[in-house]
């Protein structure tokens, strides 16, 4: 989405109302792991600060991801501050920094970098849960597998047999 800051841009202190209630498409390519099927909520401001544009406001967003032990889809909101400088467009700034020109930014990448940054690494579904018998693919929430006793070395278990008498 396009911001028109051509209010703004000249006059220090000058400030906008951002709003942004859309889908990002770039976020669908971000992670297979991770589901973006809600759209992306922002409101805040656009100050002018002695030439700088100093983006600040709320971004929420839903999202669905795989629990990393049982893979059962697990429902999660993301919620965070975000605090952005844009500077004016010129050979000088660096590829790294966001810029406007033209009078106006582009605020979806801003908005989909803060959300890649604060993705959690790895998810549960629950603290407790067992997760998939790497052998079989057994959910160990929702039964058992006999793959463990298959693990047990003969001799071990004769041993064991011995101890236990
Ligand atoms: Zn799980
Ligand atoms: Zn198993």
Redesign the pocket.
Known sequence: MKIDVSSIVKTNGASLAVKFNQEIAELKDVDSEVVFDEVVNFEGTLLNSSGVLKLAGNLKVGFTVK??????D?QNKMELKVKEDILEDSEKVDNEAYTYNNNYILIDSILKDNIILNLPVKQ???ES???LCPKCGTNL?EGTCDCKEENINPQMEVLRKFFEN
């Open positions: 629990c990393s032990r049982c893979i059962k697990i549960v579904c629950d849960c067992k997760g929430n």
